[in-house]
């Protein structure tokens, strides 16, 4: 695909718009937000998110994906270990208001979060998984993660 400036479009630039418009739409809401310098560099020793925000000393710790509508995106089992892992360095092992999410954009949809924590629960032990388009319609949307920064909801998937 090629842009409207004659350059072409990675799926590595799509991930990277969407942590931007992730960022922009969670400011927009009130969120602190920073994009992960080491987000989607291949970077293997050390680990970053590709996003995290903060509101009302609340911590969300955030991978960020894309779906086309009848789509699918696929997670590594290791990079849902390594963000949970960031997470516990990033509250000293208290986790209370700390809260990992796979934010996925859906295209023509808007956004919508899984809980990190609940998905590998439910899901069980696999190297890869596969979240489809038509599932994560179900997912909490954006007016579920303000709920949890502002106190208003427990933060369910």
């Known amino acids: 695909m090629i ?20 960022a922009r739409t969670l400011w927009e809401k009130g969120f602190a937000c920073v994009r992960g310098p080491a987000s989607g560099s291949g970077v293997k020793n050390a680990f970053c998110p590709d996003l995290i925000a903060l509101k009302n000393g609340k911590v969300f710790i955030m991978e960020v994906k894309g779906i086309k509508e009848g789509g699918s995106t696929k997670v590594s089992r290791d990079k849902l270990e390594r963000l949970i892992a960031f997470a516990k360095r990033a509250s000293g092992n208290r986790e209370g208001n700390v809260y990992i999410f796979i934010a996925l954009k859906l295209i023509r949809r808007g956004w919508r979060f899984l809980n990190v924590r609940d998905f590998l629960r439910e899901e069980g032990v696999k190297k890869v998984y596969t979240i489809k388009y038509t599932d994560a319609l179900n997912y909490m949307d954006l007016k579920g993660i303000v709920g949890i920064a502002d106190g208003h909801c427990l933060g369910l998937t």
């Open 3 to 22: 842009s409207k400036l004659g350059k072409r479009i990675t799926s590595r630039n799509k991930g990277f718009r969407y942590e931007r418009d992730l």
